[in-house]
């Protein structure tokens, strides 16, 4: 499976910005597929995941009502509005092959990053 990351810029607060993960190769209907970020000098954290086959999606507190986390064929996104500087960060997609799971240590496959960046 290889993950491709794109749509991260420099924005204002309050703005919004969709970010897309194109994903290729084989990827299971039972997998999730997810959003982590890393602000510098900060452990990598879940933003928001999303069920294969349910369409079930998960959130963290900080993002949620400001973040939608979406699926269409092999195209994961992640509509991110009302962004605040606090979401300044690298966007990594991910899949984990073992359900879901809040800890980036689960997941294998991973994309390359884009970088978000909120000025105040």
């Known amino acids: 499976v290889q993950l491709q990351a794109s749509g991260g810029g420099l924005v204002q607060a309050g703005d919004s910005l969709r970010l897309s993960c194109a994903a290729s190769?084989?990827?299971?209907?039972?997998?999730?597929m997810g959003w982590f970020r890393q602000a510098p000098g900060k452990e990598r954290e879940f933003v928001a995941a999303i069920r294969r086959n349910s369409g079930n999606t998960y959130y963290a507190d900080s993002v949620k009502g400001r973040f939608t986390i979406s699926r269409d064929g092999a195209t994961l996104y992640l509509q991110m509005n009302s962004l605040k500087p606090e979401d300044t960060a690298v966007y990594y997609c991910?899949?984990?092959?073992?359900?879901?799971?809040?800890?980036?240590?689960?997941?294998?496959?991973w994309g390359q990053g884009t970088l978000v960046t909120v000025s105040s």
């Open positions: 190769g084989r990827i299971f209907s039972s997998a999730v």
């Open positions: 991910a899949v984990s092959r073992t359900g879901l799971a809040y800890d980036w240590r689960e997941y294998t496959y």
